[in-house]
């Protein structure tokens, strides 16, 4: 297979390493207080490798809090990504979603929580 | 079967997906279910310009997605935009007036903030003359936000200390339009994206600077097997992902390789003779002036910028050189460009060489073909380069040197004649020289971080806020605490993005409204009332006329009705901009003359650009599709001969490393919206520096070890990232980070381009060190 590059938003998907910096002023730590959701979902417009869209939705469809769905178009398929906060539904975006071999870009179109 | 609230937000979140894939708006009845009113409106984040869909429940901001209806983005937004709602609501959004007193910011009311303000400006201007008060605003301001300001300035104290930080940015895209073409801004469209055949990437990391853009070119190549792109970039971006050929110069030899890019087609014969005998003319500079040559005096220029040349100089293999040559000639091609030409001591030169390019190829004017530099910020090209909010310039085309453009404006503002001064005023980096040695008394800085993004960072940042007898005096306008200010003497909580009402212009023209959906916290206000109370004081202490802008300003509806007044019978041509229509309209593209005028893709072309149909540039002679550069001398845009000449600070034993800066997908500029996500903050917690593997074992340096990176006029400290992106030799930094060991501006130089002022953020030489 034709190696492709991992994509987010159209870029190369990378290991991003490193712990929470102490900030100067450190007003951010409290940055959610506002808003710290029980339930988020996602959903997600994802470019696909065409030859590798059945294995890639039989792929996202096994990964917890995730769901693939039929777009009706050979290279983009959607994927809804349920999570129990920002936080988790974007490191299922970075850290799983965009792991899946053929999963070219991964564009979250929609965010919505409670 | 009842859908309870999970079914109905997961039901909502597909439709949102499915009507974005297939460009159609989402269904009415999931929209009618909700208890959220969608609003359209426009991101604020890059100059892509993203058309959007806010949802808003109890005035909150709850929901942002993108919105499918919009003509260019199509419902795509990127991660940033996205996180716009919690940026909104972030605990730390400044609230109340403050004001520094004994060395402490104390709350203040806004009458006492403002009365403090009135008084000081009041009194700089009596003692020392209108020069000695300043205006550092924004490519995030607002049009109206900064029209109003430039008119405050120039037209009601007299002085053109106005500037903005575009400078920082856009300048030498600017400078490369008017002197290559007459005036500024691009001629093509975000439509050309979809006729192109070949994407010149220059100095951009669209993938994550411009990621909506990008895909839109992804998708165009996986759609076309023949759509094929070349990037030039000494870094190995992510946009080298999807490169045919990348062409990686020594950062700062770029210009050999341009025109060694020339060189092959001229000798190929691969230019377009008709079009270069219509349209176009070339010049040198000699003794300091230009100089008229003709095309062979062109094809002798480039003789000493043989491929094998511009190898010697750049260190790009001759044959890649001639094999973009080569594909960029057979295109249709389109030009993408942004900061790795622009922020450069030789960006106009650069700018002029993309264009010379496409003028001498003839591909300009049409599908598919044009040079388009992006712009890094929303509102760089509608608020800042078009109403004029720079030193040099006043709104829509014209120029303080220009007395007829002077008395033109002095006219529509209803400012006394003679008050715009003829000579520029102080461009960036000479005002905040200035400001150092107290020249410059009073400064209000303006929806930016100067604190933070001013190259060679120390010597201004003392000069906005080191105790001294005489210190100026700084206002700063904001939405979150910065390291800006933190150096002020005033600071006023403004109102952010869907808090207020007002105009974006962004990179293709086309200028989009954006409504006031959601209540600024605390006693924060929007930037433009602001402004009037601004004008209001000084009317009142007589350093302005009584009712300068008091008597005929006092809506930014009102401001918006005076600015589409000041474009008529220019280049720029929006009478035909309504507020109305920009309500119902997904943006519309300038020139559009008449209420009935559906806005310009393509400028310059016959039958597309109404400045040829009607007003001081009409041609009738020109048939449908014929191409006329009304605004350039002669008619005819200009090839410039430009030399090939290096950056300001070649490296050397001392220093031998090249340091160039950037951006990262998740943050934006220095970080002051984007690190109040969490989610975001945490994709990029911390700075790196990228180092090649090569450099890193001769330096033993290992991943995550602190580096001390040092040049000339600082240092920053910050952890390694080994990685093949940056070429052997070369570093690079995003600069979005604001602890003081990560402040890479400190390190960077502020020589800047003589002609567009344009700093050169992206070469200096540093000296590296395991910390």
Redesign the interface.
Known sequence: MQAQ?K??????FEE??????S???D??K??????KPS?V?????C?VFPPLMGEVCECIDSLPGMES?S?G?R??V???I?AGS??QA?QRL?EELLQVEGV??A???????? | MAMN??DF??T???????S???GKALASSTLESSEVTWHKSVCRFCGTGCGVMLGIRDKKLV????DPKHPTTK?????KS?FL??IV????RLKHPMIRKNGKFVQASWDEAMKLIGDRFADSIRKHGPDSVAYYGSGQALSEESYLANRIFKGGIGTNNVEGNPRLCMASAVGGYVSTFGKDEPMGCYDDIDHAKVFFLVGSN???CH?VI??QI??RK?AHNDVLVIVCDPRKS?VT??ADIHLDPVPGYDLAVFHAMAHVIVKEKKYDADFIAKQCQFKIVENGRPKKVDFEGYVKFLDQYSPEQAELISGVPAQKIVEAARLFANGPTMTFWTMGLNQRTRGVWANNLMHNLHLITGQIGKPGMTPFSLTGQPNACGGVRDTGSLCHILPYGRSVKKAKHRAEMEKIWGAKPGTIKPKPGKNTIEMFRALGRNEIKAMLILTTNPGQSLPNLTPYRDAMGKARPGKPFIVVLDIF?TRTTELADVILPAAMWSEKLGVFGMSERRYQYQPALVTPPGEARPDLEILLDFAGLLEERGVIPKGYVSSKLKTCDDVWNEMRHASKNTAYDFMGMTRDRLKKERGIRWPAPTIDHPGTARRFVKGEDPILDHGPYADDSLNEGDIKFYAAKDYRATVWLRPALGPAEPVDKEYPYILSTGRV?EHWHTGTMT?????L??????A?IEINPVDAKKLGLRN?DMVRITSRRGEALI?ARITGMPRVGMVFVPWCW???NSLINRVTIDAYDPGSKQPEFKICAVKLAKA
């Open positions: 590059p994509t987010e938003g159209g870029i190369l991003r390493v490193g712990q929470e910096t900030s100067r002023r007003p951010r409290d940055v959610d207080a506002s808003t339930y979902v996602v959903g997600v417009l470019r769905f777009l178009e290279g983009r959607g994927v809804l349920e920002f936080d974007h970075q070219q870009a564009w979250p179109i929609s965010t919505q929580w409670e | 609230r999970r937000l997961r909502s979140a597909m439709a949102a997906v499915a974005v894939a297939e929901a942002l997605r993108g419902g795509l937004v990127c991660a996205l709602p919690k609501h972030a605990p730390d669209t993938a994550e990621p990008f895909d992804l998708a996986e992510p992902s999807i605490p997908l690190m109040r996500a969490p989610e903050k945490r994709a990029y917690p911390e790196y995550r952890k604001e602890d003081t």
